[in-house]
């Protein structure tokens, strides 16, 4: 079954940009949308963005100035680019299949999550 | 502040059945899919509810979901120790062109 895997540093500096990468296997990454979603410690989910395997991104209003998602299907990997970071981007970041949620495009399979601090 | 709102907790007795709200409004729940979701202490979210009502394969039927109008339900029923979790609701938004999440109910057994 399709599975996700997220990678990427745990420590970021502030002002930096924060990169993950999500790796998808057991299937493919074509024909679907792709999200990343975060979490701050002790809150609730925050969806940041969704890429289409076509390379069609959309992104969340309050993050879409510092947000980039891209894709390489050659590789079955999306990543997640975030600019300009403070102590304020300090979550636990997700990755999932889905998000295009309006036609029923659901969050179906998430990865387990990776750490990332904003810190000096 | 969430766009979809949930009672921060609620709570439970063994083999009670529980209801669990998400509120929103005509851009998101009145004319949209409503998904729920169950994230279990440390873990990731997991899909518990499609489309208003659908269980995915694997969810027990003791899980349920609805929707009136601008507000949604989840029931559980025959409460047990495993499902004290996180409990969350998604919509798409037509005025912000996402999804959007509620902010989460925590639910205890008691």
């Known amino acids: 079954q399709v599975q996700l895997q997220e990678s990427g540093p745990g420590l970021v500096k502030p002002s930096e940009t924060l990169s993950l990468t999500c790796s998808v296997s057991g299937g493919s990454i074509n024909s679907e949308f792709w999200s990343w979603i975060r979490q701050p410690p002790g809150k609730g989910l925050e969806w940041i963005g969704y890429i289409f395997s076509s390379g069609s991104t959309t992104y969340s209003p309050s993050l879409q100035s510092r947000v980039t998602i891209s894709i390489d299907t050659s590789k079955n990997q999306f990543s997640l680019m975030l600019s300009s970071v403070t102590a304020a981007d300090t979550a636990v970041y997700y990755c999932?299949?889905?998000?295009?949620?309006?036609?029923?495009?659901?969050?179906?399979?998430w990865g387990q999550g990776t750490m990332v601090t904003v810190s000096s | 502040q969430s766009v979809l709102t949930q009672p921060p907790s609620a709570s439970g007795t063994p083999g009670q059945r529980v209801t669990l709200s998400c509120s929103g409004g005509s851009s998101n729940v009145g004319s949209n899919y409503v998904y729920w979701y169950q994230q279990l202490p440390g873990t990731a979210p997991r899909l518990l509810i499609s489309r208003n009502h659908q269980r995915p394969s694997g969810v027990p039927d003791r899980f349920s979901g609805s929707k009136s109008g601008t507000s949604a339900s989840l029931a559980i029923s025959g409460l047990r120790s495993e499902d004290e979790a996180d409990y969350y609701c998604?919509?798409?938004?037509?005025?912000?062109?996402?999804?959007?999440f509620g902010g989460g109910t925590k639910l205890t057994v008691l």
């Open positions: 999932a299949r889905g998000g295009y949620v309006k036609v029923a495009s659901a969050f179906d399979i």
């Open positions: 998604v919509a798409w938004d037509d005025s912000l062109s996402g999804p959007v």
